[in-house]
């Protein structure tokens, strides 16, 4: 069984930043990508950053420039630096890992930026 564990999102002013971490833990046989995910209400769920097991990158038009995602292979921890941030990157904001030939969300943590 694996846990996929989020932290780090509230409530901040336009302009401001926050990070996020993603913790996995259980029996991770092999990691071959981590990322983050974020559904606003009345919308689908989108990728905002993906990076993978051997450090390709890729990020959502939106996010480009503002956010940078990274990760720890000892700890099994990807972290989502969000800079800049908008009224529109307001989301509940889910981490994904791409394990064991298989797919884990995180339960989802709530950003909201408004002043």
């Known amino acids: 069984q694996v846990q996929l564990v989020e932290s780090g999102g509230g409530l901040v002013q336009p302009g401001g930043s926050l990070r996020l971490s993603c913790a996995a833990s259980?029996?991770?046989?092999?990691?071959?990508?981590m990322g983050w995910y974020r559904q606003a209400p009345g919308k689908e769920r989108e990728l905002v950053a993906r990076?993978?097991?051997?450090?390709?990158?890729n990020y959502a038009d939106s996010v480009k420039g503002r956010f940078t995602i990274s990760r720890d292979n000892a700890k099994n921890t990807v972290y989502l630096q969000m800079n800049s941030l908008k009224p529109e990157d307001t989301a509940v904001y889910y981490c994904?890992?791409?394990?064991?030939?298989?797919?884990?969300w995180g339960q989802g943590t709530q950003v909201t930026v408004s002043s």
């Open positions: 994904l890992g791409a394990m064991n030939a298989r797919n884990y």
């Open positions: 259980g029996s991770i046989f092999s990691i071959a990508a």
């Open positions: 990076i993978s097991r051997r450090s390709d990158i």
